[in-house]
C-alpha cells in the first residue's frame, strides 16, 4: 500500500512558476513508477508527465513538454512537478500518481492516487 499527499497548490499569475510536491509513505516508493495528472472542471484527468522507478527516464504530454519537469527523490520519497511559464489553461486539481511505467498515462492503469493539490493561474 502506497499513500501520497500532494503539496505545493496554490494561486500564481500567468508567466510564472511553482513546484509540486508529493510525498509517499511506505518502504515501496522506488518500485514504482510516478507520474502526474491534472483535471479542470468538466474535463477528464489529463496526463502530464512520468518518471521511472530510478528517474532515469521521463515522458510528457505535449501540452506540457518544454515547460514542466518531472523529478523524483527516492531518499526522500518524493516526486517533484516543476511548472513554468505558467498559462491560465493550466488552472486545475493537480494528482500524483504510482504505477507502471509503460502504462502510467493511462488513467485507469494507475494504481495510487494522491487527494490532489489546487493550481490557479491568474490572467
Known amino acids: 500500500q502506497v499513500q501520497l499527499v500532494e503539496s505545493g497548490g496554490g494561486l500564481v499569475q500567468a508567466g510564472g512558476s511553482l513546484r509540486l510536491s508529493c510525498a509517499a509513505s511506505g518502504r515501496t516508493f522506488s518500485t514504482y513508477a510516478m507520474a502526474w495528472f491534472r483535471q479542470a472542471p468538466e474535463k477528464e484527468r489529463e496526463f502530464l508527465a512520468a518518471i521511472s522507478r530510478s528517474g532515469g527516464s521521463t515522458y510528457y504530454a505535449d501540452s506540457v513538454k518544454g515547460r514542466f519537469t518531472i523529478s523524483r527523490d527516492n531518499a526522500k520519497n518524493t516526486v517533484y512537478l516543476q511548472m513554468a511559464s505558467l498559462k491560465p489553461e493550466d488552472t486545475a486539481v493537480y494528482y500524483c500518481?504510482?504505477?507502471?511505467?509503460?502504462?502510467?498515462?493511462?488513467?485507469?492503469?494507475?494504481?495510487?492516487w494522491g487527494q490532489g493539490t489546487q493550481v490557479t493561474v491568474s490572467s
Open positions: 500518481a504510482a504505477g507502471n511505467y509503460y502504462v502510467i498515462d493511462k488513467a485507469p492503469n494507475v494504481r495510487y
